[in-house]
């Protein structure tokens, strides 16, 4: 057990120490007035658990009734002290107090007696409604169905009468006493549920945090809600992605601290120039060089614009026949050294700019201005806070290659022969390019053990690789003519695959890549340019890399190569502890117990899995922490099924970076075994070990799920509505105060640039989410800067990786990061 989670389970119970010392005696017969008083029966307390653990604390000697009992009522709240009464609702969550204030009216006024504890309520625009405390989100899913009323679920989610959406946010409002809107979401077929919530909260002039217009609205109906944003009390930010009917035109007179507005080609300078935002981001505007030199010309004079932070436009109208701010576009830096940063404007929202020019105001502030021109020109402007931002501005090397421009394949910095000494005149020759298609590879992290295939980052002053880092996605040239459709990495090294041929780079210590045993002249430590690796397969279909082995799916079965130490090849490991796939070692399909075609595969760091047309799934390797999900622990070389909850399910996937194991089914239900310490299990078990599967209760809660992946001590996951849930322990995603959830808790959608996620990924430490738009998000730890972020430090909000095309594969190991790139 790691010492962080010793350190949090010993708070917990130093929390429970201090809180029965707080109360004696007398509170055991405060309990009894409270049923007697009240008229509550006690078997009531048996159906909140944070009652009852509450009550227990009070008085451990209380004799509590256990199991499911008929509740009377209603209940009269009419006797009990009110100061005892406010601390026993204290200790609920919301969806145990409208379970109570369901009881009577009376019970409704009363549960106000705990306090609202700064909770807030948020409404998507779909039949669920949410109450976020403490940053934890609280679901209320109307259904029905009569028998599921007031069911919890696990993921703090409770079934309520169906009685529309508008009844049921001004219930909560009511009975909470709550005063702010977290999130306010308009979509298409929500919109009269929207108007209707949108007259109270004016005439209440209640605070909206977050006001989001969605991308389905049909024109008249977002044409109606501008006057009304004028009225509502928005906060903190206004984004509108709907389009606007032409020759449109309105006249913002209230605005939040940020404004996002993807068709703006009514939001003209004069609107810019009375704009008080802190950010300002405005798409397909229609805004001028001429508009935008009038802007630069009032923000330079002192005390002009003294919120603005960040302003984006995107234009049609911005070209290179006049200037910006005395220059005349594309203005970006080409010197070297080049530049790049990135500023942090509060809760989640980071900013990264490149090569930007410097330019000031009067009064000597410093700003970064960038114009890039093209079909929809871009410009970006930003006023450096030192006191605030992330990080200082860095001066670059000029050999990094950053610029992700098409390099020239360069013959002699990919030259076989000065990196390769491999290869020699009897192997096969590698084909010159393809015709296939396929995907450009990018690579970040830790290039020393040549795992990015980029010769001319490893600095070779002796015959040892020395420490290097790709701070940025750097484009693999190599790949280029390679028709690239799929990479893994591993520790140190990675695998790239076409259609039909195999790639390895990196460290080779446990033939990772393969090699002659022996002939020692033809086997390398490390190779630091890509490697072709023989696979007596004309198809591959798969690949998957762990620690220091890996797994090859090809039309002619499973192909293991690498580290055999703990079985995970397949093979007994005091006969081969490598499978080399050399010519006195050729690779040889695995024999696993099934006679159906494998679909799928899947490493973790010394384990391996495949799973059958059938669904059923198979291990072998290293089961210490119950990895193998085999009613067994230790080295199990040979493929045995995954027993437990999933016996008899059809799985379609497996997932995990080290010894936590997910698998995933075709109905979207997940499975858990392995590793499960850090809460990962959410409630399936309390052991830190499961050698068996367990069944996680989501897709009730949260939904079924699309994708799923672990760190070494947390989960994320994806629904089939495209929304990412996270919990365990570590660097989450959601700050620095939330590196523990017990639960799954739901990331908000403008993280995200308010898109739906279609894939989810995670290496050892660290996470990312794809978008619709294949725009990459990632988080975490960040060692040897493998985030590609342009730093090594931990990333505690997604941020938006930038890369030149849409992400189509992401690859992320435990030094290194690797991604396709469409």
Known sequence: MSAKFQEIRQQNVEKCRKRREKYDEETGRLFDAFCTGAGIDKSFISILPEFQNFFLHL????????????????????????????????????????????????????????????????????????????????????????????????????????????????????????CIVKSLEIQSGNFHNFLEITKVLIERNMEIEHFYIGETLDLNEVVNVLPLISQMNITKELQCRNSFPPNFDYQLDKYPNSIRIYDSPWFGINQLLKCPCTRIELGDSGLSNQDLNVFFREWKKTEAFPNLRYLEVSSKNIDNLSSIFDMVPPITRRENPRIRFSAWLG???????????????????????????????????????????????????????????DEEFDDEEFDDEEFDDEETEDEEPD?????????????????????????????????????????????????????????????????????????????????????????????????????????????????????????????????????????????????????????DSPLQPLTPPTSNPIVSIHCSLDTSFIVDSEGKVFSFGLGEDGQCGNESYGIQWNPSSVKGDLEGVRIQKIAGSTDTVMALSDEGE?????????????????????????????????????????????????????????????????????????????????????????????????????????????????????????????????????????????????????????
């Open 347 to 405: 809760e989640d929202d980071y900013i990264f700019m490149c090569d930007a020019v410097k330019v000031y105001k009067d009064d000597g502030t410093e700003a970064w201005l960038d114009v890039e021109l093209g079909d929809v020109s871009k410009l970006e402007f930003l006023v450096w806070d030192p006191d605030r931002d992330m990080w200082e501005d860095e001066e670059l090397d000029p050999s990094d290659d950053e610029r992700y421009e």
């Open 670 to 822: 997940a499975f858990v075994w392995g590793q499960t310490e850090y809460g990962q299990a959410v409630g399936a078990t309390d052991q830190i070990q499961l050698n068996v599967s367990r069944h996680l209760n989501l897709s009730s809660t949260i939904g079924p799920i699309s994708s799923i992946a672990t760190t070494q001590s947390s989960v994320i996951a994806q629904n089939k509505n495209g929304e990412v849930f996270v919990w365990g322990v570590g660097v989450l995603g959601m700050g620095p105060e939330a590196e523990v959830l017990k639960r799954p808790t739901r990331m908000d959608q403008p993280l995200f640039d308010g898109k739906k996620i279609t894939s989810v990924s995670a290496g050892n430490s660290c996470m990312s989410a794809t978008n619709e738009s294949g725009r990459l998000f990632i988080w975490g730890e960040n060692r040897y800067s493998s985030l590609g972020l342009g730093h090594s430090k931990r990333q505690l909000f997604p941020y938006q990786l930038f890369l030149p095309g849409d992400v189509r594969h992401v690859a992320l190991g435990p030094d290194h990061s690797l991604f396709l790139v469409n």
């Open 59 to 178: 008085n451990p000697a209380a004799q509590l009734p256990s199991g499911d009992s008929s509740l009377e009522m209603p209940i009269a709240l009419l006797k009990f002290p009110y100061d005892l009464l406010g601390e026993v609702f204290k200790q609920c969550n919301p969806l145990e107090l409208y379970f109570l204030s369901k009881c009577s009216k009376k019970a409704q006024k009363t549960v106000k007696l705990g306090g609202s504890m700064n909770w807030k309520i948020c409404y998507w625009g779909r039949e669920q409604i949410l109450i976020w405390r403490d940053d934890l989100n609280y679901i209320f899913d109307p259904t029905d169905k009569p028998e599921d009323y007031f069911k919890i679920e696990s993921c703090e989610s409770m079934k309520i009468p169906k009685e529309g959406a508008f009844d049921m946010f001004f219930y909560l409002i009511e009975t909470f006493g709550m």
């Open 431 to 583: 084909e010159e390019e393809s015709d296939e298609e396929g995907f450009d590879v990018y690579g970040c992290g830790l290039s020393a053990s040549g795992a990015l295939a980029i010769p001319k980052l490893i600095q070779n002053s002796t015959d040892d690789v020395t420490a290097s880092e790709a701070k940025y996605p750097k484009r693999i040239t190599y790949f280029n003519t390679k028709s690239i459709k799929n990479v893994t990495s591993g520790f140190g090294f990675s695998l790239f695959a076409s259609e039909n041929r195999l790639y390895g780079a990196g460290i080779n210590n446990r033939f990772q890549i393969g090699g002659q045993l022996t002939d020692p002249s033809k086997f390398q430590d490390y190779y630091i340019s890509a490697k072709k690796i023989n696979i007596p397969a004309e198809e591959i279909l798969e690949i998957s890399s762990g620690r220091a082995h890996s797994l090859i799916r090809t039309e002619k079965g499973v192909f293991a190569i690498g580290d055999n130490n703990f079985g995970q090849c397949g093979r007994d490991p005091t006969v081969l502890e490598h499978i080399v796939g050399s010519d």
